[in-house]
């Protein structure tokens, strides 16, 4: 037995295991969660039997995990559409994935569909309704069984948006001879940036097909985009005044939103009409969150009943889903989350800077490091060292109109100068796989 089929059965080994009895409560919990009963079946590999590609046509299989992924790759599809010789199927893998998924590509793509659990029947069964000429995944998602489908398929196989965060990279560490076969199975790796390149190369990824083409979600169209009156029409919206200070919390993790509500506190009590809207990553901690507004005294209001907008709130806690990108424009300043102990990783400050608005975050943005690096190079962003000098930095930024302005400015100036990978990627593949065609 080779390096290859030994590592691939050792997976299906530990993995076996962890289906049968991991299932029952992973089903449990989706239908808890709902949204996942539509094309269920997807999820065990039956999808839609598909017709082979036509004649001069290549099929490409496209992995975006969530919501987040879903929508950065929307200027990647765009993009390789352009050949006019290559159709897409893409799979997503949670619920909402899918519904952006559905609304946003329906029109686009040849198929959006449920991607498959990661195991050796369902993934077969995936692969022969589907019949891919190459397959993507982003980011860092890594499904053996898939990767084995395309190899033995001759089929090749791209990681695009590639990431290696500071814990990634210290658990592959530990298990180089997997990590090595993982990448191993990629024909070519477009690494979001210049560290994530350098980690994939030191884990065992190919030197010469590992490649820096920047991020993707830099190409994401801001949209919608509002208008100044749009703006202010937001603001009444929210149950906020035109002329108040308004305060974001952006992708907010546990313990985030405390600070910041302490943080309005303080300029509330120095006379600033500070407003604050908190956005948390994930909306299922809305009781969790109830619970901390319910113990101190400024109105608020919870966007999930779909209830009348009070006038004049002072918090508005927006617990939905996809609509951060609209929010975050009545902003005058935002925090971005998962950057505050005990917070780890970071969520992403693209967008915020992208939109003009001056970002503060955390020390422990270690999954965007050169997005952060860059972002306050330039002067659009900020990080502090922890919750005190947060609090401390939204004061004196909240007083000092004309940097923030700057700020944002800079922040647009360095998204525009930083777009362009898809386009770049895309290429690449396209050329990948001509040469694959000529081959045949």
Known sequence: MGHTDGMIWLYRLLFLPGLVFALPYYLLRMWRRGGYRKDFQHRFGRFQRLPAPTENTQRVWLQAVSVGEVLAVGPLIDALQKFGDLEIVLTTTTSTGYAEAR????DKVLCVGIFPLDFVLFSKAAWRRIQPDAIILTESELWPEHLRCARKAGKPAFLVNARMSDRSFGRYLKLRPLAAWLFGQLDHIYAASSLDQERLIALGARTETTVCAGSI???????????????????????????????LGSSTWPGEEAILLEAQR???????????????RHAERSPELRRLLEQQELSWYQRSTGDVVPRDLKIHLADTTGELTRLTQAADLAFVGKSVEPNKGGQTPIEAAGLGVPILMGPNMTNFKLIVAGLVRCGAADVVEDAEAL????TSLQQDAELRASMGALGRDWHRKNR????????????????????D
């Open 266 to 280: 303080q300029l509330i009590d120095q006379g600033v009409d500070c407003r604050l809207l908190l956005v948390p």
């Open 391 to 394: 609090k401390a930095r939204i």
């Open 103 to 106: 609304k946003r590509y329906a």
């Open 217 to 247: 979600k830099l190409d994401v169209a801001i949209d919608p985009l509002l208008s100044a009156t749009e703006r202010t029409g937001l603001r009444l919206e929210l149950g906020f005044s035109e002329a108040s200070f308004v305060l």
């Open 420 to 439: 362009g990978s898809s386009q770049r990627i895309a290429e690449g593949i396209r050329t990948d796989l001509m040469f694959e065609r000529d081959e």
